[in-house]
């Protein structure tokens, strides 16, 4: 299974920015696919999964601001991130759990086996 993330870049606070992340190598529609995010010194946070049956959770920063959506045809996950706020600045990830993770595993990064390289996003004036 590879993951192949891209979108990001710079952009000015309120500004918006959409990544969108390409599974390959098996069945999408297997997976729940999450976004996590990284600032510098801090550690790899849940930001938003899109679940196999298409139910969505939001970490409480990314609530009202992002969401996440998948295409199960063209096996893509995206992420679209409004208001973007200079905390917001992070290495973004994102990854692929599998059919048998229990659900309160989907919120942690240990929940996840397949992760994509990161895209860079920097809100910044």
């Known amino acids: 299974v590879q993951l192949q993330a891209s979108g990001g870049g710079l952009v000015q606070p309120g500004g918006s920015l959409r990544l969108s992340c390409a599974l390959s190598?098996?069945?999408?529609?297997?997976?729940?696919l999450g976004w996590f995010r990284q600032a510098p010194g801090k550690e790899r946070e849940f930001v938003a999964v899109?679940?196999?049956?298409?139910?969505?959770s939001y970490a409480a920063s990314a609530k009202d601001r992002f969401t996440v959506s998948r295409d199960n045809a063209k096996r893509t996950v995206s992420l679209q991130m409004n208001s973007l706020k200079p905390e917001d600045t992070a290495v973004y990830y994102c990854a692929a759990a599998r059919i048998s993770t229990i659900l309160s595993q989907l919120w942690i990064p240990e929940g996840y086996t397949e992760w994509g390289q990161g895209t860079l996003v920097t809100v910044s004036s």
């Open positions: 190598g098996s069945t999408f529609s297997n997976f729940a």
């Open positions: 899109n679940r196999r049956s298409g139910v969505t």
